[in-house]
């Protein structure tokens, strides 16, 4: 079992849809869990990261952690074409600080 | 500052070629970091190094090697090419192990025929 699952897709969306982006994970002591963004052809970007269980705000981004269930998820409202990439998971491991990849979820937002 | 930079883009090699994949970062970080992305597997960890002179394993690090002389540069070698290393490879870097924030080059495209 992968210590980080996460859907692949492909997820196409209308533009204006709210996105539902998940990964699953097996270390209970994760403890920091980051969000990148891959466009085409590019390098991962930090998007945001959390902190334990809860949620953290960005723009249109909410990034939520349930520890209890061992769940993260990543919401975006309001989607636009320019939000189309691939997302990645990543908690980070506490031993030494190294980041554990999903295998990413690419997203097409249609205009 | 150019940020995490990575030559060359594109490479083919004839397997058994050995070749030489170059990172450099301007920001004075500490933490710098190989990976390899396939499709559905994501980015895995090749190898890592904490500082000057210090380098550690990663996931998958057979048939790589690396050195870190200087802060800023960090190449990632490969001995003897097998068609098993066609990815495409990311150098990362962070201010130091464990910071939140980790910055990736634009990636190497490797295909080794």
């Known amino acids: 079992q992968k210590e980080v699952e996460q859907d692949p897709g492909p997820l196409s969306v209308p533009e204006g849809a709210i996105v539902s982006l998940n990964c699953t994970y097996s270390?209970?002591?994760?403890?920091?869990f980051m969000w990148y963004r891959q466009y085409s052809r590019k390098g991962p970007e930090l998007l945001m990261y959390?902190?334990?269980?809860g949620n953290k705000e960005d723009g249109r981004f909410t990034a939520q952690v349930d520890k209890s269930s061992k769940y993260i998820s990543l919401f975006i409202r309001d989607s636009q074409p320019s939000d189309s990439a691939t997302y990645l998971c990543?908690?980070?491991?506490?031993?030494?600080?190294?980041?554990?990849f999903g295998q990413g979820t690419e997203l097409s937002v249609k205009p | 500052n150019a940020g995490v930079t990575q030559t060359p883009k594109f490479q083919v090699l004839k397997t058994g070629q050995s070749m030489t994949l170059q990172c450099a970062q301007d920001?004075?970080?500490?933490?710098m970091s190989w990976y390899r992305q396939d499709p559905g597997m994501g980015l895995r960890l090749i190898h890592y190094?904490?500082?000057?002179?210090?380098?550690d394993q990663g996931e998958v690090p057979n048939g790589y090697n690396v050195s870190r002389s200087t802060t800023e540069d960090f190449p990632l070698r490969l001995l003897s090419a097998a068609p098993s290393q066609t990815s495409v490879y990311f150098c990362?870097?962070?201010?130091?192990?464990?910071?939140?924030?980790?910055?990736f080059g634009p990636g190497t495209r490797l295909t080794v025929t």
């Open positions: 270390n209970s002591a994760f403890q920091y």
């Open positions: 959390t902190y334990s269980s």
């Open positions: 920001m004075n970080h500490e933490y």
């Open positions: 990543a908690p980070r491991d506490n031993q030494g600080g190294k980041l554990i």
């Open positions: 190094s904490v500082g000057a002179g210090i380098t």
């Open positions: 990362a870097s962070n201010k130091r192990q464990g910071a939140s924030e980790q910055y």
